[in-house]
Structures are given as C-alpha cells and as structure tokens.
C-alpha cells in the first residue's frame, strides 16, 4: 500500500547511473494522475506533507 509502480523504465545518464531526478519526477506525476489532480491525496500516497510536494512540483516544473 502507498508504493506507486513505475512502469516506465528508469532514466540513465550518460554513465549509465539513474537519474533519480526523473524518476521522482514520474512518481508526482503517477500520484497526481491516481489522485485525480488532488494535491493532498497525491502526497499523503507519497509519504510527504502537502508544501514538499508543492517543493517538488516546483522544482520539476509541475505547477498547474
């Protein structure tokens, strides 16, 4: 319960390392899309308070 799958695959870089950086950035995204766009729902599913994912959302330019 509260894991969001990833279903597509991980992003590397150039050294072959993944970056994490997409893949946090397609889990707010799969959490907002479960979520039905209800930012407290999609955060409360990831763990976080309500102004970290506004934090991330923002970071990844995911204001709606």
Known sequence: HGVLEIHEPHTVDDTGKTNWDDIERQMIVGALVKAKGKR???AES????RSTLWR???HHQ???
């Open 46 to 49: 990831l763990g976080w308070c």
């Open 40 to 42: 407290s729902k999609a």
């Open 56 to 58: 991330k959302m923002k």
């Open 62 to 64: 995911l204001e709606a």
